[in-house]
């Protein structure tokens, strides 16, 4: 059983950036891909960004490209989600996600963290 813990949401204006980070604990971290989705209010959760066990692949949706880049850390059993140029649409709750392969649908995933909202004004 993996445990995901997001954090480092919050109010940004737009143009502005923030970082987010998802630790895991109880099971094997590297051997998991991560994924990042994201569910604004009235909307389905989307993808945003994925990246295998070992970070050598990774990808997004043409919405986040160029702007977010997600990374991870093995040794501390952390994913991250850099997001720059943020804009009002970028609102939403951000959650990661613990799966097998390198998944773009939410269903796909085995283990989701509470998610940690982010809020970008105009």
């Known amino acids: 059983q993996v445990q995901l813990v997001e954090s480092g949401g919050g109010l940004v204006q737009a143009g502005g950036s923030l970082r987010l980070s998802c630790e895991a604990s109880?099971?094997?971290?590297?051997?998991?891909?991560m994924g990042w989705f994201r569910q604004a209010p009235g909307k389905e959760r989307e993808f945003v960004a994925v990246?295998?066990?070992?970070?050598?692949?990774?990808d997004y949706a043409d919405s986040v490209k160029g702007r977010f880049t997600v990374s991870r850390d093995n040794a501390k059993n952390t994913v991250y989600l850099e997001m720059n140029s943020l804009k009002p649409e970028d609102t939403a709750v951000y959650y990661c996600?613990?799966?097998?392969?390198?998944?773009?649908?939410?269903?796909?995933?085995?283990?989701w963290g509470q998610g940690t909202q982010v809020t970008v004004s105009s």
């Open positions: 996600a613990a799966g097998r392969k390198l998944y773009y649908r939410h269903w796909e995933y085995d283990y």
């Open positions: 109880g099971g094997t971290f590297s051997s998991y891909c």
């Open positions: 990246i295998s066990w070992n970070g050598g692949s990774t």
